[in-house]
């Protein structure tokens, strides 16, 4: 059974930074696409990040050059570092696993919540 | 990026009733479509994929329909553990870009 367990949200100050998790099992995290999904509160859906299975990474022009997705092969883990943040980028996040032949977001997990104040 | 444009906003429904939400995007992404019902406190479930290729779990009374830039979902006979609120979303390239949502209320 595929299942996405996110952690590392929590309260930030504007500038600060924080690393998000996704421990991922059932499944393989490098030979997938990966993603990040954010929603802020009360608000829609926003795509944030992909790395794909060859390990190319894309990103939302809200997050480039600010933040980072990566993944641990040995733990079969997806991170995303996020440095600088603002308080736009309030949101829940979500760690999405695309489909295997395409780039729809099969699998979510449950999410976890940044909250960027002072 | 291709734009999502998702309609209507909101709608309120009985048991029972006939349901359409549709998406147009910005440009022809073929049948990369796929729908999405959010519940309060949840993540989202991805009901739809290739316009009408319905997940398994879900129930037939879900229907997806469209290709080009005109896309639909239908819930035939709403049930009351449909009232939620449901995304489209492109997947023909990234950025990956949502539709605002439509949420499904009680009438």
């Known amino acids: 059974e595929v299942q996405l367990v996110e952690s590392g949200g929590g309260l930030i100050q504007p500038g600060g930074s924080l690393r998000l998790s996704c421990a991922a099992s059932g499944f393989t995290v490098s030979s997938n696409y990966m993603n990040w999904v954010r929603q802020a509160p009360g608000k829609g859906l926003e795509w944030v990040s992909v790395i794909y299975s060859g390990g190319s990474t894309y990103y939302a022009d809200s997050v480039k050059g600010r933040f980072t997705i990566s993944r641990d092969n040995s733990k079969n883990t997806l991170h995303l570092q996020m440095n600088s943040l603002r308080a736009e980028d309030t949101a829940i996040y979500y760690c999405?696993?695309?489909?295997?032949?395409?780039?729809?977001?099969?699998?979510w997990g449950q999410g976890t919540l940044v909250t960027v104040s002072s | 990026d291709i734009q999502m444009t998702q309609s209507p906003s909101s709608v309120s429904a009985s048991v029972g009733d006939r349901v359409t939400i549709t998406c147009r995007a910005s440009q022809g992404i073929s049948n990369w479509l796929a729908w999405y019902q959010q519940k309060p406190g949840k993540a989202p479930k991805l009901l739809i994929s290739?316009?009408?290729s319905l997940q398994s779990g879900v129930p037939s009374r879900f229907s997806g329909s469209g290709s080009g830039t005109d896309f639909s979902l239908t819930i035939s006979s709403l049930q009351p553990e449909d009232f939620a609120t449901y995304f489209c979303q492109q997947a023909n390239s990234f950025p990956l870009t949502f539709g605002g949502g439509t949420k499904v209320e009680i009438k």
């Open positions: 999405a696993r695309s489909m295997t032949t395409v780039i729809t977001l099969a699998w």
């Open positions: 290739t316009a009408s």
